[in-house]
C-alpha cells in the first residue's frame, strides 16, 4: 500500500465499512452472511488487482485477526446468560471435543492416505483445520430464529471451545515435531489453559466490576476495559493459559454480574464493594454499546484480511481439490456427528441440525495457525496457508448457501429487525 497517497487508503477503509454495513443490512433481510461479500472484497482488491499488497496483509493478519477474535469473544460473553451456559457447558464441551478429534482424524487420514504423508504431519494439518471460529459464529447465530436459546449458547461456546483446541493443539503438535516434546503433554498442557484461563477470568471480572462503578459517567471508561482486554490477554498466555477463553469468560462475568452476585453472601458483598446499579448502567451505557460498533469494525476489516491474504497464484486445480477433500471431510464428520448428538442427547430439530451442521466457518485461528508450521522449520508443511485458507472459503461459502437454502425453508431463520420502542 505504499505507493497509495493517504486520500486513496481512507477512501478504501471507507468502502470497506460501506460494504460492510451494507452485507449487515442484506444479511437480516436475505440471511447472506455479509463475510462472503468482504472476503471477495478482500480477493478483488488484493490479489486480483494489486490495490492493496497481500505480502504486508499476512504480515498483519496475526495481530489484527487476534485483536478481532479478542473483541468478539468479550462481546459473545457479554450477551451470553450465565444460567444457560452452565446448563449447556457439559453438552457443549462434549460436542465440541467429540467434533474436533474427529475432524482431526478424518483430516489426518486424508493426508496420509490420499496425500501420502506422515501421520504426525497429517495430524498437525487436522488440529489446525478442526475447529470453527466465534468471529463468524458468534454474530451470524445470535440473529437466526430457527434456533432455541439454548442451541445458540451451545454453538457460540463450541466456537470458542473449538478455538481454544485449534491453538493449543496446534502448538502442540509442533512442538512435538520441531523438538523433545512428549505426545503426553498435550493432555497437561490443554488441561493448565482451561484452569489458568480462568482463575485469571474470574479474578479480572471481579476487579473490573468494583471498578465500572467508579468509573460510571467517565466517556473513557471502554478504553480503559479494552486496555484490560489485551492485558488480560497476554497475562493469561504468558502464564500457559488460554488467553481466548480468559476473554469469554470475563466478558461473561461481567455480562452476568447480578447472577453471581447474588450468590455471595452479603457481607462478602459489602467487603468487596458491590454495587451493582451503578454497575449495570456503567456496562449497558458503555460497553455493550461501544463493544458491538468496535466489534462490527475489526470484523469487517477482519474479512477483507483474508481475502487480500489469499493466494490465487498458488491455487492449483490440484490443490483446489484436495483443499475440496480436506473440506469433505470435516463436512461429513460434523453432519454424522450432529445427527447422532441431535438424536441419543440433544434432541435438536430437524432445522436445527441442518444449521449445526452449516455452522462450521473457519477463521482467524484457523489463519493464523496454518503459517506457524513452516516458519517453525517443519518440512512439508509449505502448503498449510493454502490448504487452510482453501477450507475457510469453503466452509463460509457452503454455510451461506445452507442458510439461504434454510430461510427459504422457515422465513423466520434470520430475526426479524424490529421497531424501536416509543
Known amino acids: 500500500m505504499a505507493h497509495l497517497s493517504v486520500e486513496t487508503v481512507l477512501g478504501l477503509f471507507g468502502l470497506v465499512i460501506f460494504v460492510g454495513l451494507a452485507g449487515e443490512i442484506f444479511f437480516k433481510k436475505t440471511g447472506v452472511p455479509s463475510a462472503l461479500f468482504l472476503i471477495a472484497l478482500g480477493v478483488l482488491l488484493g490479489p486480483m488487482m494489486g490495490v492493496a499488497d497481500s505480502l504486508y496483509a499476512t504480515k498483519l493478519a496475526p495481530y489484527f485477526g487476534t485483536l478481532a477474535l479478542l473483541i468478539i469473544l468479550f462481546d459473545g460473553g457479554l450477551d451470553l446468560q450465565l444460567r444457560k451456559v452452565v446448563r449447556e457447558a457439559p453438552q457443549a464441551f462434549l460436542f465440541t471435543l467429540a467434533v474436533f478429534v474427529a475432524s482431526v482424524g478424518a483430516v489426518a487420514g486424508f493426508y496420509v492416505w490420499v496425500l501420502q504423508g506422515d501421520w504426525l504431519n497429517g495430524l498437525l494439518l487436522g488440529a489446525i483445520l478442526g475447529g470453527t471460529t466465534p468471529v463468524m459464529v458468534i454474530p451470524i447465530v445470535s440473529q437466526l430464529a430457527v434456533l432455541r436459546e439454548q442451541t445458540k449458547v451451545l454453538l457460540s461456546l463450541e466456537s470458542a471451545l473449538a478455538d481454544v483446541f485449534v491453538v493449543v493443539a496446534s502448538l502442540s503438535f509442533i512442538q512435538v515435531l520441531s523438538g523433545p516434546g512428549k505426545v503426553e503433554h498435550l493432555y497437561s498442557t490443554v488441561f493448565n489453559s482451561f484452569v489458568a484461563a480462568l482463575f485469571l477470568a474470574i479474578v479480572a471480572g471481579v476487579a473490573w466490576v468494583r471498578l465500572l462503578t467508579w468509573l460510571e459517567g467517565q466517556g473513557l471508561a471502554y478504553m480503559l476495559t479494552l486496555a484490560a482486554i489485551l492485558i488480560l490477554y497476554d497475562v493469561a498466555e504468558s502464564l500457559g493459559g488460554s488467553g481466548v477463553l480468559a476473554i469469554l469468560a470475563f466478558g461473561l462475568i461481567l455480562g452476568n454480574m447480578d447472577d453471581l452476585a447474588g450468590c455471595l453472601a452479603k457481607p462478602i458483598r459489602r467487603m468487596i464493594g458491590f454495587e451493582l446499579e451503578q454497575a449495570r448502567l456503567a456496562l449497558e451505557t458503555f460497553l455493550k454499546r461501544l463493544n458491538e460498533e468496535l466489534s462490527f469494525l475489526v470484523r469487517t ?120 420502542q416509543a
Open 301 to 420: 476489516f477482519f474479512y477483507v484480511l483474508l481475502g487480500l491474504i489469499f493466494d490465487v497464484g498458488a491455487l492449483t486445480w490440484l490443490v483446489a481439490a484436495v483443499g475440496l477433500g480436506f473440506f469433505t471431510c470435516i463436512l461429513g464428520v460434523r453432519g454424522i456427528l450432529t445427527e447422532a448428538f441431535g438424536r441419543s442427547r440433544a434432541h435438536w430439530t430437524r432445522a436445527e441440525c441442518r444449521v449445526i451442521t452449516a455452522m462450521l466457518p473457519r477463521g482467524v485461528a484457523v489463519a493464523v495457525m496454518s503459517f506457524v508450521p513452516a516458519s517453525a522449520g517443519i518440512p512439508n508443511t509449505e502448503l498449510f496457508p493454502i490448504y487452510a485458507l482453501s477450507v475457510i472459503a469453503l466452509s463460509v461459502i457452503y454455510m451461506t448457501i445452507m442458510l439461504a437454502l434454510e430461510r427459504r425453508r422457515a422465513p423466520a431463520v434470520v430475526a426479524p429487525i424490529l421497531p424501536p
